[in-house]
């Protein structure tokens, strides 16, 4: 089944997923609709967040993407209105011009993957386009 996620500086070496955290935990949401999913990034830019982009990915490489990376996901049924949080964390592990900052590192707990992992799954995706 294919899904829809949303990705920010989409085919870069510096592309990042969009996760929410929910009870301590970090989750992908999968969208079964392009609609579902286009409407969360409006609103999300709504809210000062980067452009992102819509992807068609299937769910099974997403899920096996958020095992490798510590992340759980969570699939948005269609027509169902997801709607971002109006608080957004503090600390992000992603930052649009690649670089990070004190304010935006990584927590200590958070999973790393090596870049032969990093590359596998990237080429995973870039089969699916």
């Known amino acids: 089944m294919v899904v829809y996620v949303l990705l920010f500086n989409a085919r870069t070496d510096n592309e990042g997923i969009h996760t929410l955290k929910i009870d301590h935990e970090d989750v992908?949401?999968?969208?079964?609709?392009?609609?579902?999913?286009?409407?969360?990034?409006?609103?999300?830019?709504?809210?000062?967040?980067?452009?992102a982009t819509v992807e068609a990915i299937a769910q099974s490489d997403i899920e096996e993407f958020c095992q490798a990376a510590g992340y759980h996901c969570k699939v948005v049924p269609e027509g169902a209105l997801a709607i971002p949080p109006e608080q957004v964390v503090e600390q992000i592990s992603w930052s649009p011009d690649g670089l990070s900052s004190p304010a935006q590192t990584e927590p200590d707990h958070a999973p790393s993957l090596s870049d032969t992992d990093l590359d596998r799954l990237r080429q995973q995706f870039e089969k699916l386009l």
Do not use: H, K
């Open 28 to 51: 992908v949401l999968m969208f079964e609709t392009e609609d579902d999913a286009t409407r969360f990034a409006l609103m999300l830019e709504a809210q000062d967040f980067p452009e």
